[in-house]
Every structure is written in structure tokens, then in C-alpha cells.
């Protein structure tokens, strides 16, 4: 079993960068496909990102697309997901979530294992 742990959120203007880091303990994320999913206050939870366990295959979500990048550090045991060009609509609590599903999962019900959240706070 595998324990994550989410860290980097916070509050930032409009248009501005944070980077988000899932520490990985207790197995190595290379066993995992890895996702970043968010959720905000009255909504449903939403996919954003994710990354195959191995070759580097991505997905996103179509709104933060050329925005956000989803990264591994497999030797680190750890993932990133760089969110430049922030928007208020980009705040919410993100989760960081592994998968042993092959391919890249994009839906929540194929992660097994998830983190307890970050809050990311994006003023106008």
C-alpha cells in the first residue's frame, strides 16, 4: 500500500504559478499510474492530470491544457504538477491519487490510493 502525501498549495493572484508535489511512501510510484484530480466547494470532484507509470504518457484536462504539467520523478518517489497561468476557476483542494490500472486513468473510480489534499487559492 502506498501513502501520498500532497504539498505546495496556497494562495496566489491570478496568472500566477504553483507547483504541486505528491511524496510517495511506502512503495515506489513506478509501480502506479499517477493522477492529480480537484475538487471545489459545491462541485464534483474533476480529473486534471495524469501520467502513465512508466513511458511518460500524459492526459488533462481540455481547461488546463498548456497550462498544467503533470510530472514523475520515479528515483524521488514523487509526482509534480506545474500550474502556471492560474485562474480563479483553478481554485479547489487537489488531490494526488495512484492507480495500478494500465494506460493513463483518467477517471477517480481507477485510483486506489489517494492523498489528503492541498488547497490551491487563486485571487482575481
Known amino acids: 500500500q502506498v501513502r501520498l502525501d500532497e504539498s505546495g498549495g496556497g494562495l496566489v493572484q491570478a496568472g500566477g504559478s504553483l507547483r504541486l508535489t505528491c511524496t510517495a511512501s511506502?512503495?515506489?510510484?513506478?509501480?502506479?499510474?499517477m493522477g492529480w484530480f480537484r475538487q471545489a466547494p459545491g462541485k464534483d470532484r474533476e480529473f486534471v492530470a495524469a501520467?502513465?507509470?512508466?513511458?511518460?504518457?500524459?492526459s488533462y484536462l481540455d481547461s488546463v491544457k498548456g497550462r498544467f504539467t503533470i510530472s514523475r520523478d520515479n528515483a524521488k518517489n514523487l509526482v509534480s504538477l506545474q500550474m502556471n497561468s492560474l485562474k480563479p476557476e483553478d481554485a479547489a483542494v487537489y488531490f494526488c491519487?495512484?492507480?495500478?490500472?494500465?494506460?493513463?486513468?483518467?477517471?477517480?473510480?481507477?485510483?486506489?490510493?489517494w492523498g489528503q489534499g492541498t488547497q490551491v487559492t487563486v485571487s482575481s
Open positions: 501520467i502513465h507509470r512508466s513511458v511518460g504518457r500524459t
Open positions: 511506502g512503495r515506489t510510484v513506478s509501480t502506479y499510474a
Open positions: 491519487a495512484a492507480s495500478t490500472y494500465l494506460g493513463v486513468p483518467t477517471r477517480g473510480h481507477m485510483y486506489a490510493y
